[in-house]
């Protein structure tokens, strides 16, 4: 549907804008700072009602979340160096006070828990920081980032206005200010840190801690304002958030957001850039089309501070995932993957948006706006500073219609759902829609088995495993909790391990021999059945629902029979109203019915057993290696319950990161070297239907757009290098319901199909800079790989997308040669469509704009 100037229905909203007494040129660099050169008495960190200022100027702050604990230091400085070649001005990550106070009073800030270290990270890179203290931190973390012993503390309440927890919360916060303080790093002190968070999103939950909650909010603020930091502090989806904190939007689209005071800038600190993974789940993934849409809208309707919640989602290793459910990846669909590779056409694509939006700093800060709307869903905004600097806006809003737009008497061609930004307001030099990246679909690669012979010292082919039998039931009669009833497994573990057993007698006496039908009801998350030593079934809940109903037909014998119950959570839940008094294990009622008879067992005397004896041990640890529990001797046992399985690997060669792939296990946790690689959930496929229809148009929500129906959620872990020695690596794995080993594979992660696809009807863009781009196709393998072939080359009117291209009726059957000639052999290349045309010499479709489309397939050099 095209507009023509007659059709305005001419909406002038006209702001004005504080102006800028000094005049700068338009640059495109971003606003970095630069830490060496300004003394510490000069800088300053305050806010107006346009942003964030920052030694006395304005700033727009491109943001990006990379939580700390969810990589290893090792790869630090590469993220933080890809979120600053990707335009990123400010790193931002929660703090996760579970993991810095496992005991209270006992404090850890070592290895992937080096807060300080990280800021100091992202200072050397010359970026800003932004610290989320919370210390309620949600973040798909255990319990939400709080330590399970809070939950004891005597009178405690957790999140609202009670003495106990209030003390807590002021002592975590205060600790982490005063080190952040001496370190020097915050901004006044010469360091990066420009913000700061108290509290998460109380706001969405608030209402039923009722006026106490409203109290808690006040004090929080005051709390944090008095620890005297001298940067800003937000509040995040908290409306009343008390002056002078700033609330903040987050969501997947803020453009509507507006803060509670006019004096406040209206700042963005979750833009979720696809979703989180559940075991159960589909993968998610959020188009980049509409994510720079989202971003593009939030600054041309006054926007100055946006951050990526996540640029950089990374593994939640250990026993750090929450949820309850929640995977171990927290890929996230982010800019940079869970492995610390680009993901494109997300980075790139980001990255030139980041661009144009920097070039527009100056209009966008210290311009006034002009609004105008356009019949449906279009809107230009034209910022304009004194000094005539100009940026202006044209967005359409329509889920399915292209649209003529007339900004000054120009007519532009803008894609529905998306924004095209002029930084000179003139030319189009980014388009939301318009993708000029690469699309890559990394590869697994599957590593040739290689072990080190014990003792030996030779290589060899194939792994040999050791196992060792988890007792069922009772494995310490010292250690036995008797009580007559069911008990909390959270209040019981106190979230010490993820196992509890649930054991009592029946008798055949009281419902007679034969299948009786169990019936019981849990709070979560999992069960393993077993009657009389003998395993009997699994229940468990899903992220949706984590409480579940158990019927299942046991066969009794005579006499006694023993009933066992393997309760295991699968992370704390960490979001929603009262989530810390949520509770675990099995709550009842468990009863049995034959015929007529039903026997209520709730009451029975239950022995407890907390965690399971492998554990106890050590067994995943280095030192346990070579302890005797590991069985050598005996046929290693496949699909059986409750083995820990151990061998050793030789580290693949080269630098591409590594994972091992677990499709073959059932469910339970994995090791390396004694470090957590997480939770696994082999058999838990996805059955969510929304896998096929994937349009960028539209409202996101999470669910669209997602990935791997019927597949496992989760079958790659990721094994970070630095985590791994050149030859012995030791592997250890506890499998819960049944697996086999000996199908477990290693894998290295590189780019595999890497595809480009453009198009000369979009529209030339210009550059930042102002010189206009003609339509270009790149590719580009990753450092050590060449391209090796190219499955589909298309000069005419291609259709389709990465790996499912087809030609259209317009196609140069030259295509394929010349894209060849031009690329394979070589690590990156590129072809503009105009050349492409040239080459071929004959127009296949005259008069008709041609694109091109090239697939191809990068290999690496030398092969693991
Ligand atoms: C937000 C929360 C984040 C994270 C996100 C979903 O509500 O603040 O911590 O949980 O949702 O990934």
Redesign the pocket.
Known sequence: MNIKLGDFSLTLILMMFIMASTSKSISSTQSSFNYTKAEPQQRSVTYDERAIVIDGERKLLISASIHYPRSTPEMWPDLIAKAKEGGVDVIES?MFWNMHEPQRGQFVFEGRLDLIRFIRETHKAGLYFHLRIGPY?????NY?GFPAWLHFLEGIRLRTDNAVFKSEMERITTKIVDMVKDEKLFYWQGGPVIMAQIE??YG?INKPYEAAGKRYVKWAAKMALGLDTKVPWVM??QKDAPDPVINTC?GFYCDHFKPNSPKKPKIW??N?TG??LAFGGTKPRRPVEDVAFAVARFFQSGGTFQNY??YHGGTNFERTA?GPFIATSYD?DAPVDEYGLINQPKWGHLKDLHDTLHACERPLLHGTVQHSTQGHGIVTSVYKTKEDECCAFLSNKDDKFDKQVYFRGTPYQVPAWSVSLLPDCKTVAFNTAQVKHQTTVMNMNTVEQKQVVPFYGREKSTFTWESFKEPIGIWDANKVIIYNGLKDQMNTTRDTTDYMWYITSVYSSNISVGISQLSLRSLGHSLLIFLNGEFKGHAFGSYEREKFQLQLPLKLKDGKNELAFLSTTVGLK??GPFFDIAGTGIDGPVSLTQAKTKIDISKNQWKYQIGLLGEKLNLQSERMNLSTHWDANEELPISQPMIWYKTSFISPSGYDPVAINLESMGKGAVWVNGHGLGRYWSDYTASNLECEKCSYRGKYHAGKCSQHCGQPSQRWFHIPRAWVKPTYNLLVIFEETGGDPSQIRFVTRAPGTVCSHVSEAQPMLGTVNGTLEAPTMMIECGPNQKISSIGFASYGSPRGSCQDFTHGRCHAYESLDIVRQACIGKQQCSLSVKRMGNLIGKDPCPGRPKSLAVQALCASESRN
């Open positions: 929660y931190a949600c973040a798909e973390w939400g998460n999103e969405l995040c989806a987050n600190t979750e979720w979703w989180f919640y996540m929450g996230y960490n979001f």
